[in-house]
């Protein structure tokens, strides 16, 4: 996998910036690292009866397919790569105190992410240890909002759920 859509084994978390309420669709964007450099690309655009939003690596080659599954009770996305979906991800049905979602890998594993998804301040774990944090907290500028992601993660999947977060 190119390194810039996976970065992993650095020793230390990542920190990207992205846009607040970043997309609907027919919106693109950058997003960048901590120093401002482009580390990904979101296309998000309609394709026939679907929205589907594009996440690419820097040169423009696509690395994930996000996609609305308009057949669910409940609000889902799906993630695929190629052909092939990775993940799909549900808000669950009962959230008494915090927004709680869950991400289902094609793989068998799952991702729980968990805190205040309106306000940008939430944590996104596996088997209970936090792979990803995402907070306004990091960036100053109005509409931003940072994803630190650890090492040992595709960091654009990662990225790949944050966004479908943020359309849902």
Same mark, same amino acid.
């Given at each position: 996998? !190119? /390194?810039? *859509? !996976?970065?992993?084994?650095?020793? +230390?978390?990542? $920190?990207?910036?992205? +846009?607040? $309420?970043?997309?609907?669709?027919?919106?693109?964007?950058?997003?960048?690292? *901590?120093?401002?450099?482009?580390?990904?690309?979101?296309? *998000?655009?309609?394709?026939?009866? /679907?929205?589907?939003?594009?996440?690419?690596?820097?040169?423009?080659?696509?690395?994930? +397919?996000? +996609?609305? $599954?308009?057949?669910?009770?409940?609000?889902?996305?799906?993630?695929?790569?190629?052909?092939?979906?990775?993940?799909?991800?549900?808000?669950?049905?009962?959230?008494?105190?915090?927004?709680?979602?869950?991400?289902?890998?094609?793989?068998?594993?799952?991702?729980?992410?968990?805190?205040?998804?309106?306000?940008?301040?939430?944590?996104?774990?596996?088997?209970?240890?936090?792979?990803?944090?995402?907070?306004? /907290?990091?960036?100053?500028? /109005?509409?931003?909002?940072?994803?630190?992601?650890?090492?040992?993660?595709?960091?654009?999947?990662?990225?790949?759920?944050?966004?479908?977060?943020?359309?849902?």
């Amino acid at each position: 996998m !190119r /390194r810039q *859509a !996976r970065r992993e084994g650095t020793g +230390r978390p990542t $920190r990207y910036r992205m +846009r607040e $309420r970043l997309v609907s669709i027919g919106d693109d964007f950058d997003i960048e690292d *901590a120093d401002g450099n482009r580390a990904f690309h979101v296309d *998000a655009k309609a394709l026939r009866l /679907r929205d589907t939003i594009v996440l690419k690596d820097v040169s423009g080659g696509e690395l994930y +397919r996000i +996609r609305e $599954r308009v057949v669910r009770l409940r609000e889902t996305m799906s993630i695929e790569r190629g052909r092939r979906r990775v993940a799909t991800i549900q808000k669950a049905f009962i959230t008494p105190l915090r927004d709680r979602f869950t991400v289902d890998m094609a793989d068998g594993s799952s991702w729980t992410v968990t805190g205040n998804i309106v306000d940008h301040e939430y944590t996104i774990a596996q088997g209970g240890q936090p792979i990803a944090t995402v907070s306004k /907290r990091w960036f100053r500028v /109005r509409d931003t909002y940072g994803v630190e992601v650890q090492p040992t993660v595709d960091h654009a999947l990662v990225l790949a759920v944050v966004t479908a977060i943020d359309t849902i």
